[in-house]
């Protein structure tokens, strides 16, 4: 199964610049979208129905606004959305489907925005999601957890760590939280497999001529839980596919 996740800042914005045809050439089993910023109705025809997959859209109530999706090949059994919390549920921020016992999750974390203006949010969802996943997998479930994250785990993440300790997506709460998911059992498969290796980045500013400069942050991810480690057989970053100030990050599974 290829599993595919990008934040696109905007599905119709990126509907114009060759995403389609991206699909086409990738063939993902399951497509992760995050910050679709539209809802289904807003879409054309082209966008809802993709030849050959069934999407699930999970908008937020705020017009232009966050908003997750999931385009999948493979029939699912279900697809449910959300946490439960409707302070999280009503910006759109999961949206999932269920193969059997593996759930597949398309997950925007909220950003923890100046001054931390909503880092409490924001660790209250990583929290709220981190139990959500371990009552799956006590139940004997499976999960793949991709999206955008909005942290930079560690100081190999991002270009320049000493310049952004007090930043937005690397304040050290926002941090420990996600160092709280890794240790609950859920593997940050491309971290395990290439330890070392730097300027492995998702994102970048569209100031400065970042992306062409590589000034860039390691802020999307693939997660599974400990039962899923071995079905993994790669696991990728995509920073030459463009139409976001995103990329595209690639998970197989066996």
Not at 21 to 33: H, Q, R, S, Y
Not at 209 to 220: C, P, S
């Amino acid at each position: 199964m290829k599993i595919l996740t990008w934040n696109v800042n905007g599905i119709r914005a990126i509907q114009k610049k060759g995403f389609l045809t991206w699909i086409k050439d990738e063939k993902p089993d399951v497509l992760c979208l995050q910050e679709i910023k539209a809802r289904p109705e807003q879409l054309e025809a082209e966008l809802r129905e993709i030849p050959g997959y069934e999407a699930f859209f999970t908008p937020a109530k705020r017009p232009g606004y966050s908003g997750t999706a999931i385009y999948t090949r493979v029939k699912p059994d279900e697809a449910w959305a959300g946490l439960g919390e409707a302070r999280f549920d009503d910006e759109g921020r999961v949206t999932a489907v269920r193969f059997g016992n593996l759930h597949v999750l398309s997950a925007y974390f909220p950003n923890s925005q100046e001054a931390g203006a909503r880092l409490s949010y924001k660790v209250a969802f990583c929290d709220r999601i981190t139990d959500h996943l371990k009552e799956l997998v006590a139940k004997g479930h499976d999960v793949v957890l991709t999206g955008d994250y909005n942290i930079a785990h560690e100081e190999i993440d991002l270009a320049r760590p000493d310049d952004n300790h007090e930043n937005p997506g690397f304040f050290p709460d926002e941090r420990k939280a996600m160092t709280k998911f890794l240790t609950a059992g859920f593997h940050d498969v491309y971290r395990e497999k290439y330890p070392q290796k730097t300027g492995a980045y998702t994102w970048w500013s569209y100031r400065t001529n970042a992306r062409a400069r590589n000034i860039g942050w390691r802020i999307d991810y693939t997660n599974v839980n400990a039962r899923m480690r071995d079905r993994v057989k790669k696991t990728w970053i995509d920073p030459d596919t463009h139409g976001s100030d995103h990329c595209p990050v690639g998970l197989k599974l066996d």
